[in-house]
């Protein structure tokens, strides 16, 4: 073989081997991606059925209510317009509190409850995420929209 070729035979082999193992890459993360929803997401059924995914708001107010076994706990997630009950079985941050930022890792199971397999709570008060600052602010946009239309009277001529 003319050098020329022998390099060629070289460039080939190395962008073959690249694209494998990126292959192999992207093939062994695809189960392991966990995309972020929010509370409206999920009663639009825009979140994957049957597979476990993560789930993030606010711990409304008044909602967190404790098992007698002293690690089951039953909360809501809220965007401030939807609501998801949660129920979680484990010991949970300790920066989780009623109308904290949370994001909950779980399965959605019948009826529209979660099963949560880990909780995380926001560790900064200024900090949130920008889906879920996004989230929260057009949920706060549409319930003060729904209240403008269920006020307005009409007019009559």
Known sequence: MKPR??????IAVGVFAVSLAVGLVLYALRGNVNLYFT??????????????F???GLVEEG?????????????????????IPVVYTGILPDLFKEGKGV???????????????????????????????DAVKQAE???AAAKISETAVPVVK
């Not at 070729?5 to 070289?10: L, N, Y």
């Not at 007698?68 to 809220?78: C, Q, Y």
């Not at 009826?111 to 600052?133: S, T």
């Open 63 to 83: 909602s967190i209510k404790r098992q007698t076994d002293g690690l089951t706990v039953n909360f809501v997630i809220t965007d401030t317009h939807r609501s």
């Open 39 to 52: 509370p409206t997401q999920v009663f639009n059924n825009e979140a994957p059925h049957g597979r476990s």
């Open 5 to 10: 070729q022998k390099r060629f035979v070289f």
């Open 103 to 133: 994001v909950a890792q779980g399965r959605m199971e019948a009826g529209g409850l979660m099963r949560a397999d880990e909780v995380l709570a926001k560790h900064d008060e200024n900090y949130m995420p920008p889906e879920a600052a």
């Open 54 to 56: 993560r789930i993030g």
């Open 141 to 143: 946009e549409a319930k």
